[in-house]
Antibody, heavy 125, light 107 residues
Framework: QVQLQESGPGLVKPSQTLSLTCTVS??????????WTWIRQPAGKGLEWIGR???????NYNPSLESRVTISTDTSKNHFSLKLSSVTAADTAVYYC?????????????????WGQGTTVTVSS | DVQVTQSPSSLSASVGDRVTITCRAS??????LNWYQQKSGKAPKLLIY???NLHSGAPSSFSGSGSGTNFTLTISSLQPEDFATYYC?????????FGQGTKIQIK
């Protein structure tokens, strides 16, 4: 079955750039119409949608983070990546990658059906 | 942004209880509403998409309803494995905002 696995530094210094990769197994990220998505969750808090990249390369970002976020894909490595610049302590969270899909129910409805296990990133000097 | 507000934020219930969680959107979003279950320390899992469609592999004890601005998630008979936090998410437009979560605890 499709599996997603996040990887990257667990500790990032303030003002630096957070960089994470999500490696997709048993599925080609370029083979069909899916959205490759990043979500984060501060400890003890709710989920925040960061953004997504479509198979075609088009992106959507959360306006609250848009000036600092870049999501990209590397089809040769079958992974997608998140870069978040100028981080502060407020960016400390568990970061999840997920696959988004359009489900048909008389119309197409987007939902995230496969998730990685999450990786904890702490912003601290 | 479309805001989604869940209620209650937490509840205590017993095995076998019928449980209902509500989600209200700040504007009409049709049926663009999903529900996820998250157990402690784990990633969320998709339960319901398009307001009322049970995702493959989700237990049939879960059901969703609603459209427009008001939505509900119902667990017909609470099982021990259902004690978790539940999130709604609107998929009407970006950013795909989540509700703040409803934690179901054992009474």
């Amino acid at each position: 079955q499709v599996q997603l696995q996040e990887s990257g530094p667990g500790l990032v210094k303030p003002s630096q750039t957070l960089s994470l990769t999500c490696t997709v197994s048993n599925y080609s990220i370029s083979s069909a119409s899916h959205y490759w998505t990043w979500i984060r969750q501060p400890a003890g808090k709710g989920l925040e949608w960061i953004g997504r990249i479509y198979t075609t390369g088009s992106t959507n970002y959360n306006p609250s983070l848009e000036s600092r976020v870049t999501i990209s894909t590397d089809t040769s490595k079958n992974h997608f990546s998140l870069k978040l610049s100028s981080v502060t302590a407020a960016d400390t969270a568990v970061y999840y990658c997920a696959r988004g899909a359009d489900f048909w129910s008389g119309n197409y409805y987007y939902a995230m059906d496969v998730w990685g296990q999450g990786t904890t990133v702490t912003v601290s000097s | 942004d479309v805001q989604v507000t869940q209620s209650p934020s937490s509840l205590s219930a017993s095995v076998g209880d019928r449980v209902t969680i509500t989600c209200r959107a700040s504007q009409s979003i049709g049926r663009y509403l999903n529900w996820y279950q998250q157990k402690s320390g784990k990633a969320p899992k998709l339960l319901i998409y398009a307001a009322s469609n049970l995702h493959s592999g989700a237990p049939s004890s879960f059901s969703g309803s609603g459209s427009g601005t008001n939505f509900t998630l119902t667990i017909s008979s609470l099982q021990p494995e259902d004690f978790a936090t539940y999130y709604c998410q609107q998929s009407y437009n970006a950013p795909r905002t989540f509700g703040q979560g409803t934690k179901i605890q054992i009474k």
